[in-house]
T-cell receptor
Framework: SQTIHQWPATLVQPVGSPLSLECTVEGTSNPNLYWYRQAAGRGLQLLFYSVGIGQISSEVPQNLSASRPQDRQFILSSKKLLLSDSGFYLC???????????FGQGTRLTVV | GNSVTQMEGPVTLSEEAFLTINCTYTATGYPSLFWYVQYPGEGLQLLLKATKADDKGSNKGFEATYRKETTSFHLEKGSVQVSDSAVYFCALSERAGGTSYGKLTFGQGTILTVHP
């Protein structure tokens, strides 16, 4: 069966520090991969998606970037964190048909 | 563009009460519709889905019917339990093809608290 792993579960980082969140998927090949963010008091917003290695699409302008160095690995990064980057980050995958997404457990990021 | 609007929360109910969470959507195409649930401290789990008009998704006693004429996908449960306390998200995805690839547009979420 397919599983998705996301780490770390919680993270506290100072303003201006770098960020790297990692997500890996097992049990499937060539998945579509997604990063979502849930800011406090708000709904989920799609940040990035990827349909293949090295292929990244950004949905909203922001301080973050994403990379897909391997088929089942998706990384969310920042060179310098802002207070507004705080939130709950969720990684997800779907198959190539893309009619259903499966989510990781999430990373709660607090920028202080 | 696409959008999803959910009823404002939070919703507080007593155990065994009837639950309705309203959801309406706007989409340029013919989307698939979903309800996701987020239990405290966890990620999202798919609760149910419907992919075409008049389809009824159901799971764990929850139901929602895809109403194209009213662009709605309201979530209902006849008798809620304390364990149903969670945040519920309505969402849509466009059909595969072009650049859509199943990207989800979410509503803002509705917090449900069920008391014994």
């Amino acid at each position: 069966s397919q599983t998705i792993h996301q780490w770390p579960a919680t993270l506290v980082q100072p303003v201006g520090s770098p960020l790297s969140l990692e997500c890996t998927v097992e049990g499937t090949s060539n998945p579509n991969l997604y990063w979502y963010r849930q800011a406090a008091g708000r709904g989920l917003q799609l940040l990035f998606y990827s349909v293949g290695i090295g292929q990244i699409s950004s949905e909203v302008p922001q301080n973050l970037s994403a990379s897909r160095p391997q088929d089942r690995q998706f990384i969310l990064s920042s060179k310098k964190l802002l207070l507004s980057d705080s939130g709950f980050y969720l990684c997800a995958w779907s198959d190539q048909v893309g009619t259903e997404a499966f989510f990781g457990q999430g990373t709660r990021l607090t920028v202080v | 563009g696409n959008s999803v609007t959910q009823m404002e929360g939070p919703v507080t109910l007593s155990e065994e009460a009837f639950l309705t969470i309203n959801c309406t959507y706007t989409a340029t195409g013919y989307p698939s519709l979903f309800w996701y649930v987020q239990y405290p401290g966890e990620g999202l789990q798919l609760l149910l889905k419907a992919t075409k008009a008049d389809d009824k998704g159901s799971n764990k006693g929850f139901e929602a019917t895809y109403r194209k004429e009213t662009t709605s996908f309201h979530l209902e449960k006849g008798s809620v339990q304390v364990s149903d306390s969670a945040v519920y998200f309505c969402a849509l995805s466009e059909r595969a093809g072009g650049t859509s690839y199943g990207k989800l547009t979410f509503g803002q979420g509705t917090i449900l608290t069920v008391h014994p």
